[in-house]
C-alpha cells in the first residue's frame, strides 16, 4: 500500500514555552496531517537531551523528555497557577529554541507542578503508584541516575564517587533516602510525560496517523543506560569502558561499544526490552544505523587518534530473528545511509526491513543506487532527512552541470528554487517506494534556516522551530492534491 507522511520533530512545533510540547499545537499538526492525505508522522527521538542539546545523546533511551510536556495541560489540571504559568523567560525568537533558558527555567517550572502534585496528595494517587510500579524496571534507576546527577553538579557518572560509580548497594541505598524528593521529582516528569505523549498518541490513531520514532543504535555514554546496565557495553571490571565507537579515518564519537557475546547470552535482553518499550512510543521503529549491527569500529578508551581501533562485528540477522521471535512481526525502518555494502544490502534482504532513499544523494552521477528508477518498492523515499540541509539550501549548492542534470531528470523547468523544491517533491510521491516522508521545511521551502542537524557540528542544532500558525489549508490541500495523483491515500476502512 502506497503511503506518505511528513518529517517533523516534536520540538519544532510551534509554542509559547520555547519549544514544541505535546500541546494543541501538536494536536492541531495531526488534523494538519489528515487534511493533507497523510499518513505517518515521522518525528526524532523523544527521550532527554544529552551533549550539545542532541537527542541522540540522552541521558535515557528509554524515559521521555520533560521538555515536551504541556505547561497548559499542567495548568488546567490545577498544578499550575496563571501567574505560575507564564513567569520565566523560554526565549523571544519564535523560531529558534534557545536550551540555555530551557535548561534554567523549565525544571523550576515543573517543579512548581510537582509541589501542587504533592499538596493535593498525588504521591498517594493510585494512578501515580500504578505507574511508578509498571515503569519500575527503568523509572527507578533513572530517578535516582538523574537524582545523583543533579547532586554531583551535573558531572559525568564517570567522575563520581567509586561506590556510586560502580552502583554498590550500601551507596545505592543511602542515596535513595537521602535524595528521596529530588528522585520523586524526576519520577513525576516521567508520569506527566507518559500521560500527555499516550494521549497524543491515541489521537494520532484515531486520525488515523502512524507514528515513525527513532530507535538511536547508540547510547551515551553519560547515560543511565550504561550505568545501570555496564554488562551490556564493553566495560572494565571498575566500570570504565573498554571502547568506545568511532570511524577508522580518525572520528571518534564516543559512545560506548556494545558487548553482544555476553548479551547474546541471555537474547539480547536489553536490546529486546529497549524496543519492547519504543513500540509503546511508536507505531513504526526507523533503526537508527543499521549497519552497526554488523560492524562498528571500535576505538581504545582514552586513545586520542583511532590508530589502535579495529573493527568488530556484530550480530546481524541473527539480533532481528531474536526481535522478531519475541516481538512478532514489527514494523522498522532501517537507517542504512553511507554503508552501500554487499553485506549490508545482503542484512536489508534477509530481514525484509525496508531501506530509505535520500533524492539529494541521486543526482551525484548517473549511476547512483538512490536515482528514482531504481528505487524498488520496499523502501522509503525521502527528498532529505534531519541530517540533509533543506532542498532548497541543497540545489542552491549545485553545481551548473549538476542542476541541469538533475532538472533534465525530474523535468523541472521552474527558474525559482522554490518551484523546483516542489518538482522534486513530485519526484519523490512518483517514485515505486511503498512510503514517501517529506521533510515538512521542504514543504515550506525554506532555506539553511530550516535545516535541523549538521553532522560533525556539536553547536546550533536542533532548534529550529515552526512559527505558528504557520500551516494553512491551502498548503495542505497542495499536499493531498500529490498525495491523490500519486495514489498515497489509503482507502477509507469500511464502517
Not at 221 to 232: E, G, I, Q, R
Not at 470 to 477: I, M, P, V
Request: charged share 25%; with cysteine; proline share 5%.
Amino acid at each position: 500500500m502506497r503511503r506518505a507522511g511528513i518529517l517533523m520533530p516534536v520540538f519544532s512545533l510551534a509554542s509559547p514555552f520555547g519549544i514544541g510540547t505535546f500541546s494543541k499545537e501538536a494536536y492541531e499538526f495531526i488534523d494538519f496531517l489528515k487534511e493533507a492525505g497523510q499518513s505517518c508522522w515521522q518525528i526524532l527521538p523523544i527521550g532527554p537531551t544529552g551533549f550539545g542539546d542532541s537527542p541522540y545523546q540522552s541521558a535515557s533511551t528509554f524515559a521521555g523528555n520533560p521538555y515536551f510536556i504541556d505547561p497548559v495541560t499542567l495548568k488546567e489540571n490545577g498544578l499550575l497557577s496563571e501567574e505560575e504559568l507564564w513567569s520565566y523567560d523560554f526565549g523571544s525568537d519564535p523560531e529558534k529554541i534557545d536550551y540555555g533558558k530551557l535548561y534554567n527555567f523549565r525544571y523550576l517550572l515543573l517543579k512548581h507542578a510537582f509541589d501542587r502534585f504533592a499538596e493535593q496528595g498525588g504521591l498517594a494517587d493510585k494512578d501515580y503508584l500504578s505507574f511508578k510500579k509498571q515503569e519500575a524496571g527503568w523509572l527507578d534507576d533513572y530517578s535516582l541516575f538523574m537524582a545523583l546527577k543533579r547532586k554531583q553538579g551535573g558531572k559525568s557518572w564517570l567522575d563520581w564517587p567509586k561506590e556510586l560509580r560502580e552502583r554498590q548497594a550500601a551507596a545505592l541505598n543511602s542515596a535513595r533516602k537521602d535524595l528521596e524528593e529530588l528522585i520523586e521529582f524526576f519520577c513525576f516528569q516521567q508520569y506527566e510525560f507518559f500521560l500527555q505523549w499516550n494521549k497524543l498518541h491515541a489521537y494520532a490513531a484515531k486520525q488515523g496517523i502512524e507514528i515513525i520514532g527513532d530507535v538511536p543504535f547508540f547510547v551515551s555514554l553519560d547515560s543511565c543506560d550504561v550505568w545501570s546496565h555496564p554488562d551490556a557495553f564493553e566495560m572494565s571490571a571498575s566500570h570504565t569502558p573498554r571502547a568506545v565507537a568511532g570511524t577508522a579515518d580518525g572520528q571518534i564519537w564516543g559512545n560506548p561499544v556494545y558487548d553482544w557475546k555476553t548479551m547474546k547470552k541471555d537474547h539480547y535482553a536489553w536490546w529486546i526490552n529497549r524496543m519492547r518499550h519504543a513500540l509503546r512510543f511508536y507505531d513504526v521503529l526507523r533503526i537508527d544505523h543499521f549497519h552497526g549491527f554488523l560492524s562498528c569500529f571500535a576505538v581504545p578508551y582514552g586513545d586520542k587518534d583511532t590508530k589502535q581501533g579495529k573493527l568488530e562485528k556484530g550480530p546481524g540477522k541473527e539480533f532481528f530473528d531474536e526481535v522478531r521471535r519475541q516481538l512478532g512481526d514489527i514494523r522498522m525502518i532501517a537507517e542504512d545511509l553511507g554503508s552501500v555494502t554487499e553485506e549490508n544490502q545482503k542484512l536489508l534482504a534477509d530481514t525484509g526491513i525496508p531501506g530509505m532513499k535520500i533524492l539529494q544523494y541521486a543526482f551525484t552521477s548517473w549511476d547512483s543506487i538512490y536515482m528514482p528508477h531504481k528505487i524498488e518498492k520496499r523502501s522509503v523515499v525521502y527528498t532529505g532527512n534531519h541530517d540533509n540541509p533543506t532542498t532548497v539550501s541543497w540545489a542552491m549548492g549545485l553545481n551548473e552541470g549538476e542542476m541541469r542534470f538533475t532538472r533534465a531528470y525530474i523535468r523541472s523547468w521552474n527558474t525559482d528554487y522554490n518551484g523546483f523544491t516542489w518538482d522534486m517533491i513530485r519526484e519523490a510521491y512518483h517514485t515505486p517506494a511503498d512510503l514517501c516522508i517529506i521533510p515538512i521545511g521542504d514543504y515550506l521551502c525554506l532555506k539553511e534556516e530550516g535545516r535541523i542537524n549538521t553532522p560533525g557540528t556539536a553547536q546550533g542544532n536542533w532548534t529550529w522551530r515552526l512559527r505558528p500558525n504557520f500551516l494553512s489549508s491551502d498548503l495542505a490541500r497542495d499536499i493531498r492534491g500529490l498525495a491523490e495523483v500519486y495514489s498515497r491515500i489509503p482507502p477509507k476502512k469500511e464502517a
